[in-house]
């Protein structure tokens, strides 16, 4: 069975800072997903961020980038110029590849941007 | 693209009483997802549909607790008689049927309270 693990349950950024969210899981599939998923107090939850296993680079988007490290089975995410809509819980999850699986998600990273 | 739909969004019900859930998923989407989260963890499978199909119910408290998705669509979950510890948000995501490479997208949640 596979787990994430947030060892972060709350952090804290000025605003135009840079912060950065740590994520570990364990598996033993050697194909699969990473994600990060923003979930404001209005509850909906966003997608923020996926990447492939198979591939090297890191993936980015926009203000939010990610440091995969395969065999140290570390994903963290990586927000700069964090602006007060970053304020939510971000969760990290994993997905095996193919059929469609559920996700596994970790505990989640209370952020807060300070004015 | 209209998103995935929950209703209600709140519900508070006394225990021992039945409580019923709303999904319409994305239009197209194959794979339909039920999550429990419980305050302060992130979202744990309850059942996996794909069209009218289960997938994976091994998490569903199966003798309180039942879903259905009649016509592939849209999809309903009841608990009955509901227990204090069913306090929770229920999530819906949604998925393309693509060989297990895709994104969920989720609804709103249904915020339930059990008395």
């Known amino acids: 069975a596979q787990t994430v693990t947030q060892s972060q349950p709350e952090m804290s950024v000025q605003e135009a800072e840079t912060v950065t969210l740590s994520c570990t899981y364990d598996?033993?599939?050697?194909?699969?997903?990473l994600f990060w998923y923003k979930q404001p107090p209005s509850r909906q939850m966003i997608l923020v961020i996926r990447q492939e296993a198979y591939k090297q680079q890191n993936a980015t988007e926009n203000r939010f980038s990610v440091n995969f490290q395969k065999a140290a089975k570390s994903f963290s995410l990586k927000i700069s110029d964090s602006q007060l809509g970053d304020t939510a819980m971000y969760f990290c999850?994993?997905?095996?590849?193919?059929?469609?699986?559920?996700?596994?998600f970790g505990k989640g990273t209370r952020l807060s941007v300070i004015a | 693209e209209a998103g995935v739909a929950q209703s209600p969004r709140y519900k508070i019900i006394e225990k021992r009483q039945s409580v019923a859930f709303w999904c319409n998923p994305i239009?197209?989407?194959?794979?339909l997802y039920w999550y429990q989260q419980i305050l302060g963890q992130g979202p744990k499978l309850l059942i996996q549909?794909?069209?009218?199909?289960?997938?994976?119910d091994s998490q569903l408290p199966k003798d309180r607790f039942s879903a259905e998705r009649l016509k592939g669509v849209d999809s309903t979950l009841k608990i009955q008689p509901a227990k204090l510890e069913d306090s929770a948000v229920y999530l819906c995501a949604s998925s393309l049927d693509l060989a297990g490479t895709d994104t969920q997208y989720f609804g709103p949640g249904t915020r339930l309270t059990v008395l």
């Open positions: 598996t033993s599939e050697n194909n699969y997903y």
């Open positions: 239009s197209g989407h194959a794979t």
């Open positions: 999850a994993f997905m095996k590849r193919g059929g469609n699986t559920p996700l596994v």
């Open positions: 549909f794909q069209n009218n199909g289960v997938v994976d």
